[in-house]
T-cell receptor
Framework: QKEVEQDPGPLSVPEGAIVSLNCTYS??????FMWYRQYSRKGPELLMY????GNKEDGRFTAQVDKSSKYISLFIRDSQPSDSATYLC???????????FGAGTQVVVTP | DVKVTQSSRYLVKRTGEKVFLECVQDMDHENMFWYRQDPGLGLRLIYFSYDVKMKEKGDIPEGYSVSREKKERFSLILESASTNQTSMYLCASIRGGGMNTEAFFGQGTRLTVV
């Protein structure tokens, strides 16, 4: 079993809808949680970063971490066609930046 | 503007060849990583380095080696390329861990082994 599970999608939504993405994990030592966005033929770029449990909001993006359930989520409000990308969850247990990634969910926002 | 540069976007190599993938970062980061990305599997860590001349195996090091002679450069070596090493390879660097674990990625090298 993988340490980090993420539904690969694709997830297709109409413009303006809320996109809901999630990951589950098995390693209780994870304490740093991230979401990366990857456009086609590009490297991933950091979108959201959360330490331990809680919520974090940045513009249209909200990240949630529930360590008791080993579950993290990313919500994108008022989705735009430019949000079409692959979203990867990532997490780390140590202070050195060694990350475990989910498989990535492909999101398509249709005009 | 931070930058991680991988030497090639696309490479085609023959089975058995020795292949070098180069990565350079200009951010004075201590930590550098090599991942491969395959559909349905996400990014998997091959090797990483916390300092010059220092290396640690990741989750899938078999068939690979690395070199870090200078802080800014981290090379991935496929000793004898095989078709199952056809993949997207991504290099990343991180300043440090803990609360500052933002990884900056290069644009990726798509390697095809024929």
């Amino acid at each position: 079993q993988k340490e980090v599970e993420q539904d690969p999608g694709p997830l297709s939504v109409p413009e303006g809808a809320i996109v809901s993405l999630n990951c589950t994990y098995s390693n209780s030592a994870f304490q740093y949680f991230m979401w990366y966005r990857q456009y086609s033929r590009k490297g991933p770029e950091l979108l959201m970063y959360t330490y331990s449990s809680g919520n974090k909001e940045d513009g249209r993006f909200t990240a949630q971490v529930d360590k008791s359930s080993k579950y993290i989520s990313l919500f994108i409000r008022d989705s735009q066609p430019s949000d079409s990308a692959t979203y990867l969850c990532a997490m780390s247990a140590d202070s050195w930046g060694k990350l475990q990634f989910g498989a990535g969910t492909q999101v398509v926002v249709t005009p | 503007d931070v930058k991680v540069t991988q030497s090639s976007r696309y490479l085609v190599k023959r089975t058995g060849e020795k292949v070098f993938l180069e990565c350079v970062q200009d951010m004075d980061h201590e930590n550098m990583f090599w991942y491969r990305q395959d559909p349905g599997l996400g990014l998997r860590l091959i090797y990483f380095s916390y300092d010059v001349k220092m290396k640690e195996k990741g989750d899938i090091p078999e068939g690979y080696s690395v070199s870090r002679e200078k802080k800014e450069r981290f090379s991935l070596i496929l000793e004898s390329a095989s078709t199952n090493q056809t993949s997207m390879y991504l290099c990343a660097s991180i300043r440090g861990g803990g609360m500052n674990t933002e990884a900056f990625f290069g644009q990726g090298t798509r390697l095809t082994v024929v």
